[in-house]
């Protein structure tokens, strides 16, 4: 597969997809999930829920992100 094919199927998989679409959304935050979340809310000085479903852990992953500074390209 060529650098263009790839990158195309990369932009159309599911890491592009809005978490709320996703098929396996409302299912439990995987464990991967579970523990960066941990960390990240440790940093930021928050609290986690950790019944959160799939989907609302990505986003929450991503806010904490952006506040912590963690994940972003300088």
């Known amino acids: 597969m ?3 094919q790839t990158q ?4 159309q998989s599911n890491m592009q997809k809005d978490p709320d679409r996703w098929v396996t959304g409302d299912e439990p935050m995987t ?5 960066y979340l941990h960390t990240l809310a440790e940093e930021a000085g928050e609290e986690i829920d950790d019944g959160m479903t799939k989907a609302e852990a990505s986003k929450k992953i991503d806010a904490l992100q952006e506040k912590t500074g963690r994940g972003v390209d300088h």
């Open 8 to 11: 195309a199927t990369a932009e």
């Open 2 to 4: 060529t650098d263009k």
């Open 31 to 35: 464990g991967a999930q579970r523990s």
